[in-house]
Nanobody, 121 residues
Framework: QVQLVESGGGLVQAGGSLRLSCAAS????????MVWFRQAPGKEREFVAAITWTTEYADSVKGRFTISRDTAKNTVYLQMNSLKPEDTAVYYC?????????????????WGQGTQVTVST
């Protein structure tokens, strides 16, 4: 049974930092495209960052967020620096076999439960 468990969210002031973790079980992250999405209140879920052999970022987070992985721990991370109030959202980790390519948000096989990030002014 596949599980993705996010952690590390919380309340932080603007300009601060947080590191999110996504611990995977039942799959090897080495063979999956691992992605962070986020959903703000009243908005659609949106892409934040992805990692396979390379990394990809949404324009809104480039230069501030860094996605990485530790294959020994089977865990993906999202280091978030210089946080802004508009980064406030529930952050989700998702996985899709890397052989299938990026796909759309609806194509992701596995999702975590999400972790809340709130950035205050």
């Amino acid at each position: 049974q596949v599980q993705l468990v996010e952690s590390g969210g919380g309340l932080v002031q603007a300009g601060g930092s947080l590191r999110l973790s996504c611990a995977a079980s039942g799959l090897s992250i080495s063979f999956y495209r691992m992605v962070w999405f986020r959903q703000a209140p009243g908005k659609e879920r949106e892409f934040v960052a992805a990692i396979t052999w390379t990394t990809e970022y949404a324009d809104s987070v480039k230069g501030r967020f860094t996605i990485s992985r530790d294959t020994a721990k089977n865990t993906v991370y999202l280091q978030m620096n210089s946080l802004k109030p508009e980064d406030t959202a529930v952050y989700y980790c998702a996985a899709r076999p890397r052989s299938r390519g990026a796909g759309t948000i609806d194509d992701y096989d596995y999702w975590g439960q999400g972790t809340q990030v709130t950035v205050s002014t």
